[in-house]
C-alpha cells in the first residue's frame, strides 16, 4: 500500500518587516511521505518570506522534477520567480534559471556544498540564496504540531517565531553562490 502525505494545517500571522508585507495566512501544507519536517519547514518559510500575488506551491508538490516547489506567475501565467527548497542539483537550478525572471533558494545546506556545482549554472550570480540556521529549524521542529498557529516576523535578518506559547529565533541571511 502507498503510504500519502501528511496534512498540515498552519494558520499563520506573518509580519515581514523587511519587505513590508503583513498577512494572515491560512495554510494547508501536504508533507510527502519522502520529505522531512525541516523540508516542509523551510517551504513553509519559503512561502511566506516570498509571499506575492500569484505565488503557489507545486500542483504536484516536491514530487514533480519539472516545476519550482514554489512559484509566482503573473496573471497570463508567465513564471516571474522560481522558489526552490534545500540542496537543488545544478542542473535543476540551471534550468530555473532559464525558465523565471529571477530565482530564489532557500536553504539550511552549507554553502560549500552548494557552491561545489556552482559554475555550471547559467546566471548563477542572480540567483538569491536565503540561508536558514539549522539549529533554528531543529527548535522550530520539535514545537510544531499537524495543527497550529504561529506567528512569524522578520526584521532586520533575523526571523522570529512563536508558536504555543515558545519564542524562536534565528538569523537568515541572503548569500550568493559564486565565492567572493
Not at 499563520?12 to 519547514?41: N, Q
Not at 556552482?118 to 521542529?141: G, N, Q, S, Y
Not at 506567528?151 to 517565531?161: A, F, N, P
Amino acid at each position: 500500500m502507498a503510504l500519502t502525505a501528511t496534512l498540515y494545517h498552519l494558520q499563520i500571522s506573518l509580519s515581514d518587516v523587511d519587505r513590508g508585507v503583513y498577512e494572515d495566512l491560512d495554510l494547508r501544507i501536504a508533507r510527502h511521505p519522502s520529505e522531512s519536517l525541516r523540508f516542509m519547514l523551510t517551504r513553509t518559510i519559503a512561502y511566506c518570506l516570498s509571499l506575492a500575488e500569484g505565488i503557489a506551491f507545486s500542483k504536484d508538490g516536491i514530487a514533480s522534477t519539472d516545476d519550482a516547489p514554489i512559484a509566482v506567475r503573473d496573471p497570463t501565467g508567465v513564471l516571474l520567480e522560481w522558489i526552490d527548497v534545500g540542496s537543488p542539483s545544478a542542473e535543476r537550478l540551471h534550468k530555473a534559471t532559464k525558465a523565471a525572471r529571477s530565482v530564489s533558494l532557500f536553504t539550511a545546506t552549507p554553502l560549500t556544498q552548494l557552491r561545489r556545482d556552482a559554475a555550471a549554472i547559467h546566471k548563477v550570480e542572480t540567483i538569491a540564496v536565503w540561508r536558514l540556521e539549522p539549529a533554528f529549524l531543529d527548535a522550530l521542529e520539535a514545537s510544531l504540531d499537524r495543527k497550529c498557529k504561529l506567528e512569524l516576523v522578520r526584521t532586520d535578518g533575523q526571523l522570529y517565531v512563536t508558536i504555543g506559547g515558545t519564542s524562536i529565533e534565528g538569523p537568515i541571511t541572503r548569500e550568493s553562490l559564486v565565492e567572493a
